[in-house]
């Protein structure tokens, strides 16, 4: 039996939020939920999660996994929010303890902060298999876009992260702290090693040239199609491309407070004395 997939679109950050179930025995898994914020104003804003947490409750889901496929860049998780309110255990790939390390060090963040990976529930190592309900799930590590990428795969289902973008955008960048180009080039080609008709699904899609939203691919089309990896480009002709255009990018603007949030599985940072919480902003740093 294969599961039930809802999609969610965060049109600010163009991401793209899922609830998997499995309709045998109505558990779920949601994949990279959103916590809205507003750098302007420091507000946070729930409603993107608001609008999942209805969803599970209407189709009278339990929710078992919160899955991260990396520690995003452009956007906070909002995987706490969701498991005070459903409960569900929050996981993410075991690179995220490289990523902690790093950022632990930028941010100046002291005990009880740890890079151990234990703000989360669980760390999946590569190749590990998981439940949810009757269905059988797989963990692929991909690393390269960040050290802490994976990949689940849930039924007919690959959640890729940023690991691939549609075929017309390509893939993510990998010049943040433990990106790497080649390494993106050798964990797309597990994916490509997939069978054709597994549905890719999308972490993010800007939409380009203002066409419609697409957030599910196959294997088939993004081997064929995909303007940076399709084809048969070669692992020196994807770096090229890739570094290429790294060179051209700018900074997400949520970057501080998205790392910030996310390294620690989504915990917002602890109030001060005076009850209010800060995000920290490193000058002259990244
Ligand atoms: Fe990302």
Known sequence: MQPELRHF???SSGTLSYVVSDPQTATAAVIDPVLGFSVISGRTDTGPVDEIIAHIEKSGLTLE???E?????DHLSGAQVLKSTLGGKVAIGEGICKVQEHFASVFNLQAPFAADGHQFDHLFRDDESFALGSIECHVIATPGHTSDSVTYL???YAFVGDSLFMVDSGTARCDFPGGDATLLYRSI??????PDDTILCMCHDYQPNGRELRYEVTVREQKHDNIHVGGGTSEDQFVEIRTTRDKTLSLPALILPAIQVNIT???LPAAEDNQIAYIKIPLDTI
């Open 69 to 73: 496929t990396h520690a995003h860049a």
């Open 265 to 267: 599985a989504g915990h």
């Open 154 to 156: 849930i039924g007919k």
């Open 189 to 194: 080609q597990k994916l490509f090693a997939l």
């Open 9 to 11: 679109y965060h049109q």
């Open 65 to 67: 996994w919160i899955l």
